[in-house]
């Protein structure tokens, strides 16, 4: 029985020239101008065959079932693991391309260590009384705070919603600082979250509701500890973070990615008023950048400013001794250079929602009328599971970047189940944070429903902020 054909790259024995087989390597392979390229089985497996034959003849029984072939398919397996283990080692040399520990080594030599993830968990939130009238549903939006004794912080990681029907939840927290220090233990005293943070302006509609009452009305339990803040973040993440690091000292870099670390921040923008735009001038944006200047010639006798632009997240408070602009000025504060100051500036957050009709196969959903599925337990769980694809994607957006109704039907294509979206309409809220994060949709004129297919377009200083409503539905199950 004759030997079935050779694949193409085993074909290539015939083309090994002799002189190649007895030299230590082959041009094309190893560390070339594009990087490092390994050596396959298939072609250490064809130079293998071509020595064989050169030093045992022609006529060598090299068969599949030879045992010389078999040989020599055990060499070339153990010469392309060792291939594959040399091109480990040079992509781990190199920020693009290092994976895992290598990666970790690598920022520990420019001075960054891998940031630990928060810790996450729940707890337990109970209506202790009746409602005030006018205070019901009463609306905990995502992000807000509590705490420990200990002085531990704490933010709600989804919006809560509760009233005479529903007076008890389950809802998911996160600490609010990084790091294995917070895998909180309700055990531990000084570790168990029990009282909310009465700073935070997200609290307000809790704070008026218990003002009416004269009372507290949300009970906090607290009985399984936080876990994950032991974990790191993904390579991705890591590595993204190093490629932005800069390496110089007294830079708008540097001052970037210090204030990217600090626990709050979404999303930061350095502006240098001298080389770059000055957002504090009302005439930015108002002119074509020819017809005149920016700004008047800078006075000497003033100290000079550089603008940083801060987007925090939902659990950020902003002001106070303890808020997310004292922690940035602290932290450029060791920064900047003698005679320059900075301006921290919160950026403009303007909500944006999504409405759509879904197409839904392949899903247990019940039947009925479409009232009855769309207020199912399943239509919920989906509609949760939308709202976190689009708050990932909304997040990760920068400064600017308009939110583009093609990007968000493609995010929401993406949950298995969902067949097709029609009618999408993207919804903007006002640029404000404590409307922009409740669980109820705002009314009036600050609330614009842009055309089906539109995008959001916003301004340089302006941020989207993902509006996770749920009433009324943003998602219609037809």
Do not use: C
């Not at 020599?72 to 291939?83: G, K, N, Q, S, V």
Request: without cysteine; glycine residues 8%.
């Amino acid at each position: 029985m004759s030997d079935p054909t050779l694949p193409a790259e085993l074909a290539d024995v015939l083309a090994v020239d002799a002189a190649a087989l007895r030299a230590t390597g082959s041009t094309g392979f190893g560390i070339v101008e594009t990087g490092f390229v390994p050596k396959s089985f298939a072609r250490l497996l064809a130079e293998k065959l071509a020595t064989a034959r050169l030093l045992f003849g022609e006529d060598v029984d090299l068969t599949s079932g030879a045992v010389l072939r078999k040989v020599l398919e055990l060499a070339a397996l153990e010469d392309a693991r060792l291939w594959a283990a040399l091109g480990a080692v040079y992509d781990n040399s190199f920020v693009v391309s290092a994976t895992a520990d290598a990666l970790t080594r690598l920022g520990e030599e420019l001075g960054i260590a891998r940031p630990y993830l928060p810790a996450r968990g729940t707890v337990k939130l109970k209506l202790k009384a009746a409602l005030p009238s006018g205070h019901s549903p009463l609306t905990l939006p995502r992000g807000a705070r509590l705490s420990t004794p200990g002085g531990h912080h704490v933010a709600l990681d989804e919006t809560v919603v509760l009233s005479a029907a529903v007076g008890e939840r389950e809802p998911a927290v996160a600490a609010f600082y990084p790091g294995p220090a917070h895998n909180l233990d309700p055990t531990q005293p000084q570790q168990k979250i029990d009282r909310w943070n009465r700073a935070d302006t997200l609290l307000t509609d809790l704070d008026d509701a218990e003002q009416a009452a004269g009372a507290e009305l949300v009970e906090i339990t607290h009985t399984v500890a936080l876990t994950g803040g032991e974990q790191q973040v993904s390579d991705a993440r890591y590595r993204q973070l190093l490629l932005a690091a800069p390496r110089s000292i007294w830079t708008a870099e540097a001052i970037g990615l210090a204030v990217a670390t600090v626990p709050g921040v979404r999303q930061v923008q350095v502006f240098d008023g001298r080389g770059g735009l000055d957002l504090n001038q009302s005439i930015f944006g108002n002119f074509n950048f020819i017809e005149r200047v920016f700004s008047t010639e800078r006075d000497l006798g003033n100290p000079y400013y550089v603008t940083v632009l801060v987007a925090p997240t939902a659990a950020a408070i902003w002001d106070g001794p303890d808020g997310l602009h004292a922690s940035v000025e602290s932290v450029i504060e060791d920064l900047r250079p003698v005679g320059i100051f900075a301006s921290v500036d919160r950026a403009d957050e303007v909500g944006i929602g999504v409405e759509a009709d879904l197409v839904i196969r392949g899903l247990p959903l019940p039947t009925g009328s479409k009232e009855t599925v769309n207020a199912s337990t399943a239509a919920t769980e989906l509609r949760a599971r939308l709202h976190a694809r689009l708050r990932r994607y909304v997040d990760e957006l920068p400064f600017g970047e308009p939110v583009r109704a093609a990007e968000v039907i493609w995010t929401l294509m993406n949950e298995p189940g969902v067949a097709d979206v029609r009618g999408l309409r993207l919804v903007r809220f006002p640029a404000d944070s404590a409307v922009v994060v409740t669980g109820s949709a705002p009314t009036g004129d600050g609330v614009q429903r842009l055309p089906v297919g539109d995008n959001a377009v916003l301004a340089a200083n302006q941020v989207p902020v993902y509006v996770d409503r749920d009433d009324p539905r943003p998602f219609r199950i037809v």
